[in-house]
């Protein structure tokens, strides 16, 4: 199946700083990727929608300005989280689509201290 | 929103078949069910999906009722490396269409 990888899977990171994530599709072009983020115990919360040459589209309550996306090629987008604090703790897990069906990467586990 | 219900979790003897059920009663004409599972700490993985009629791969089975309302994930020969969170999902295959995501199922293989 279609690779989707994810760097890097885990960081800390100092209270104030900003953290860049990567999610890369290894073997196939994707224009469109999405961006969860996941709590513990918790499901899968749909963050954003990152499109290839456009802004992202997010989802209601999150806040585009603290979780900065780029999707400057087919096989790669960027989640950049701005000033984090310690609620900004959490798995960030991206998915890209080939055809029809939905590939995830490995997920970033995020830890603020 | 999602637009499945699962139960919350379920035992599985090591060996035996897991059944896990998904309830979609508002799937509309378009919108296929997909079944994903999450191993703990890792991104989801893909297992099947279908549309009404069942369907079989290497790793599972999926039945789905006439009517569509619901269906079930058949892991015929449990093992131990099946324990995860299991999500049913209901979405088109138009385009780039996201995937929602319900609470699942945690599945969990008793050896």
């Known amino acids: 199946g279609a690779v989707v990888s994810q760097h890097p899977s885990r960081v800390i990171c100092k209270s104030g700083t900003s953290v860049k994530i990567e999610c890369r599709s290894l073997d196939f072009q994707a224009t469109t990727m999405f961006w969860y983020r996941q709590f513990p115990k918790q499901s899968l919360m749909l963050m954003a929608t990152?499109?290839?040459?456009?802004?992202?589209?997010?989802e209601q309550g999150v806040e585009k300005d603290k979780f900065l996306i780029n999707h400057a090629s087919l096989t790669l987008s960027t989640l950049t989280v701005t000033s984090a604090h310690p609620e900004d703790s959490s798995f960030y897990i991206c998915?890209?689509?080939?055809?029809?069906?939905?590939?995830f990467g490995q997920g970033t586990r995020l830890t603020v201290v | 929103d999602a637009k499945t219900t699962q139960p919350p979790s379920m035992d599985c003897a090591e060996g035996r078949a897991a059944n896990l059920p998904c309830n979609h009663s508002t799937i509309s004409g378009n919108e296929y069910v997909y079944w994903y599972r999450q191993i703990h700490s890792q991104g989801p993985q893909y297992i099947i999906h279908?549309?009404?009629n069942n369907e079989t791969n290497e790793m599972a089975s999926l039945i789905i009722t006439e009517d569509r309302k619901s269906s079930t994930l058949i892991l015929p020969h449990a093992t131990l490396r099946d324990t995860a969170v299991y999500y049913c999902i209901v979405r088109s295959n138009f385009g780039n269409e996201k995937l929602t995501f319900g609470t699942g199922t945690r599945l969990t293989i008793i050896p």
């Open positions: 279908g549309l009404k």
């Open positions: 990152s499109n290839e040459g456009s802004k992202a589209t997010y």
């Open positions: 998915s890209a689509i080939r055809w029809v069906e939905a590939f």
